[in-house]
């Protein structure tokens, strides 16, 4: 899987592209009244969610007027056809991809902002946006396996960060045994208590991911900051987490995820049934009516000792449908990009914490940076 592809190809992707063109147009036009690209898809994506039956509003000055505006996905490609593009950094890649993972949601229909970004007009003027960012060589190492020297696990201060970000400390084999049991149970549960439509209004448990009890742990951006601190799916912007290093032997089998045909042979090769109990969300984020598997990494544990999802990987695929084979159809949702999700003891948690704190953390503009001593 190239760059180009994987960016346009999944709609994490796509937002990223979309949130580095509106990024751009922010910087190059500052201090200018009106912002073209923002003000388009402000409105086709409200016009998008009105008519996808969404409860949304516009409220204060102009609200009446607004509600009334139409633009189209034809309208929005041609203002991104008109947007000037600004040079690629690093701090702008990590921004726009915190955005996109931040704007992840598997349990609800797409949003809007994603559904303009998928629509073939808006794609086309995407493609520019996709091969500003690989022409730079800033985006590389999103093709890049785990970094195995330099990995962190990310812990949140606050009292209600829930608890399926923090290790337990019991051994992984233990772990995966249980979580195996417990899926087994609840899929059994759900196919007598739950109904069969999958438009019924039911949800439970939406994430693919093993469970988040055994450690976790991703690699760094440019500044050394962990890559888990600023891409969080399902995030409630938390602002004060401790990272660690993750000591990893050069003897560990990874299993890389680089592309959907990846995820589809954990599920054939391990399969676990999930049909009964994710078919509600998984409908109403993908639209797919049939079975429902994710991989058995209870099983996948004899062979592998932990599973690295990358950045370009993570944008193409998350949220979307795998096709399995002609029954069944998975899809990956809890996953962080540049992830490594450990099913093994045999990696460890050091003891030096490092301290991170951000800014303006529900603003759409959140910053990490190292915590001063003491605070």
């Known amino acids: 899987m190239e760059l180009v592809g994987a960016l346009l190809g999944g709609r994490r992707g796509r937002r990223l592209l979309l949130e580095f063109a509106l990024e751009s147009e922010a910087i190059l036009l500052k201090g200018q009244a009106e912002l073209p690209l923002h003000g388009g898809i402000f409105y086709a994506s409200y016009r998008e969610d ?57 349990w609800q229909p797409p949003e809007g902002t994603d559904v303009i970004a998928g629509s073939a007009p808006v794609r ?14 800033l985006a590389a190492w999103w093709m890049r396996t785990a970094a195995t020297g330099d990995q962190w ?16 400390g019991e051994p992984a084999a233990t772990v995966l045994a249980s979580w195996r049991k417990a899926a087994e149970i609840e899929e059994a549960r759900a196919a007598v208590e739950r109904p069969v439509d999958p438009a019924a209004n039911y949800g439970g448990e939406w994430w693919s991911m093993p469970p988040a009890q055994l450690l976790h742990s991703t690699g760094t951006f440019f500044d050394g900051s962990p890559v888990g601190l600023w891409c969080v799916e399902d995030g409630f912007g938390w602002d004060r987490a401790i990272a660690r290093r993750v000591e990893v032997p050069a003897s560990v089998r990874i299993f890389e995820i680089t592309d959907a045909s990846d995820w589809a042979q954990l599920c054939r090769s391990f399969p676990l049934e999930v049909t009964a109990q994710k078919r509600h969300d998984w409908y109403r984020t993908t639209g797919r009516v049939g079975s ?41 949702a809890g ?41």
């Open 50 to 106: 009105v008519a996808r039956g969404e409860a949304v509003s516009l409220f204060g000055p102009g609200a009446e007027e607004g509600r009334k505006i139409i633009v189209t996905a034809e309208d929005v490609a041609e203002l991104l056809a008109a947007t000037a593009l600004a040079p690629v950094t690093a701090g702008l890649l990590c921004e726009a991809l915190a955005r996109s993972v931040d704007t992840a949601r598997y």
């Open 153 to 168: 696990h990310v812990e949140w201060e606050q009292a209600d960060a829930p608890g399926r970000w923090a290790p337990s």
């Open 292 to 332: 429902w598997v994710m991989p058995d990494f209870s099983r996948l544990a004899a062979d592998y000792d932990g599973v690295h999802l990358g950045v370009a990987a993570y944008l193409a695929m998350a949220g979307e449908v795998i096709e399995v084979d002609a029954e069944r159809a998975s899809v990956m």
């Open 124 to 137: 086309a003027q995407l493609a520019r946006v996709a091969q500003h960012l690989a022409a730079s060589g």
């Open 335 to 375: 996953w962080n990009p540049d992830g490594t999700r450990w099913l093994t003891d045999g990696v460890a948690l050091r003891d030096e914490e490092v301290a991170w704190e951000c800014a303006d953390a529900n603003s759409g503009n959140a910053t990490w940076t190292r915590a001063a001593q003491g605070s």
